[in-house]
Nanobody, 122 residues
Framework: QVQLVESGGGLVEPGGSLRLSCAAS????????MAWYRQAPGKQRELVAL????????RYTDSVKGRFTISRDNAKKTVYLQMNSLRPEDTAVYYC???????????????WGQGTQVTVSS
């Protein structure tokens, strides 16, 4: 089985910063794309940022461009989201997502973490 465990959420004032981490564990052969999504109360889950397997490609939703940075450490099977200049509208549950191929399998599956709450408020 594969688990994605997020950490780093919390309460921060507007203009502040947080760094989210998501560590993958289990019988993992390889991880391709990794991403962060978020879901605010009463809204649909949206893609925040995505990064390719080697880290050479990334993309962001327009509202976070220039403020958030996604990165990954493949040796640690971990993806990060550095969030700067946070705004109240960034308040949401943030979810990690990854495409993972398990050891002994040919095809991969998509996995989700449990989510971590980010609240931006004064």
């Amino acid at each position: 089985q594969v688990q994605l465990v997020e950490s780093g959420g919390g309460l921060v004032e507007p203009g502040g910063s947080l760094r989210l981490s998501c560590a993958a564990s289990g019988s993992i052969a390889s991880i391709s794309d990794m991403a962060w999504y978020r879901q605010a109360p009463g809204k649909q889950r949206e893609l925040v940022a995505l990064i390719s397997s080697g880290g050479g490609y990334s993309r962001y939703t327009d509202s976070v461009k220039g403020r958030f940075t996604i990165s990954r450490d493949n040796a640690k099977k971990t993806v990060y989201l550095q969030m700067n200049s946070l705004r109240p509208e960034d308040t949401a549950v943030y979810y990690c997502n990854a495409d993972v191929v398990m050891i002994g399998k040919r095809d991969g599956n998509n996995y989700w973490g449990q989510g971590t709450q980010v609240t931006v408020s004064s």
